[in-house]
C-alpha cells in the first residue's frame, strides 16, 4: 500500500504512513507528478489507494489518475 502527496500539501499523510506502516511519497507540485509517481509505484509492487494535492485534490485508488472529484465522490458514496 502507499500514497503520494505534493511536497506543498499537508504532511499528515506522511505521518499517518509512518503511524500505520504504508509506504509515501513526496512529490513535486502537480498532478502529473502525483499520477507518475503512482505509476511507478504500481509497477513496484505497491497498490497506491490515495494521493493528495494541496489545492484541494484527491485520487483515491487508481482508476482515475487525476483529481477528480466523480471518482473521489463515487468511492465515499
Not at 5 to 12: E, G, L, R
Not at 31 to 58: Q, V
Amino acid at each position: 500500500m502507499a500514497a503520494v502527496a505534493s511536497t506543498v500539501s499537508s504532511k499528515f499523510i506522511k505521518k499517518m504512513a509512518e503511524v500505520e506502516g504504508f509506504h509515501f511519497e513526496e512529490v513535486l507540485t502537480g498532478f502529473k507528478w502525483i499520477g507518475n509517481k503512482a505509476i511507478e509505484l504500481d509497477e513496484k509492487g505497491y497498490k497506491t489507494f490515495f494521493s493528495y494535492e494541496e489545492a484541494i485534490g484527491h485520487c483515491v485508488g487508481n482508476l482515475v489518475r487525476d483529481k477528480d472529484g466523480v471518482c473521489a465522490a463515487s468511492v465515499i458514496a
